[in-house]
């Protein structure tokens, strides 16, 4: 099993919707989550980050943690074809080694 | 402020050839992590340095080296590469477990022949 999980995709959704992806990860006493955004041929851009469980909202996108159900997920509202890109869920690890896995990513594409 | 300096940015290699991948950060950052990413395979973890002093192995590491020089710097050895090594490379930092700020450089693109 893969340490972080996500759907490859991609997903594709029009213009105006919302865009939903999840993210599961195995590690129990992870503690911090993050959502990346990268556009083909740049490197990744932190979009959120996320450490207690519920929602956190910034702009048009929330991000949601339940860490009983090991579940990460990124809500884009009002999708644009800007935010076509494929999205990176990390996790930090527990233990304290600064462990940082990523997922193999979820391309999104917004169609007008 | 330049942030996560890697280089070279694109390196062609032979195989058994070897070569070094440098990373800098001037955010005095604790940890430094090296990934690669393949098409469809996300980021994974190569090595990873959680304070200076210190290496550990990420997902990976076969066929890798690092060494974590200073706080600022942490290198990537590739001692003989194969055609399996052909990646995008990507350096990056944070400051502290907890913190909202992983920091990544350009990358650094390697085809190996």
């Known amino acids: 099993q893969k340490e972080v999980e996500q759907n490859s995709g991609p997903l594709s959704v029009p213009e105006g919707a919302i865009a939903s992806l999840n993210c599961t990860y195995s590690d129990r006493g992870s503690q911090s989550f993050f959502w990346y955004r990268q556009y083909s041929g740049k490197s990744p851009e932190l979009i959120m980050s996320i450490y207690s469980n519920g929602d956190k909202e910034d702009g048009r996108f929330t991000a949601q943690l339940n860490k009983a159900s090991q579940y990460v997920s990124l809500l884009i509202r009002d999708s644009q074809p800007s935010d076509s890109a494929t999205y990176l869920c990390?996790?930090?690890?527990?233990?304290?080694?600064?462990?940082?896995?990523f997922g193999a990513g979820t391309r999104l594409a917004v169609h007008p | 402020n330049a942030g996560v300096t890697q280089t070279p940015k694109f390196q062609v290699l032979k195989t058994g050839q070897s070569m070094t991948l440098q990373c800098a950060q001037d955010m005095n950052h604790n940890s430094m992590y090296w990934y690669r990413q393949d098409p469809g395979m996300g980021l994974r973890l190569i090595y990873y340095s959680a304070s200076e002093g210190t290496t550990d192995k990420g997902e990976v590491p076969n066929g890798y080296n690092v060494s974590r020089l200073n706080k600022r710097e942490f290198s990537l050895r590739l001692e003989s590469a194969a055609p399996s090594q052909t990646s995008v490379y990507f350096c990056a930092s944070i400051p502290k477990e907890g913190a909202n700020v992983l920091t990544f450089g350009a990358g650094s693109r390697l085809t190996v022949l």
């Open positions: 990390a996790v930090l690890l527990g233990g304290g080694y600064n462990k940082l896995i």
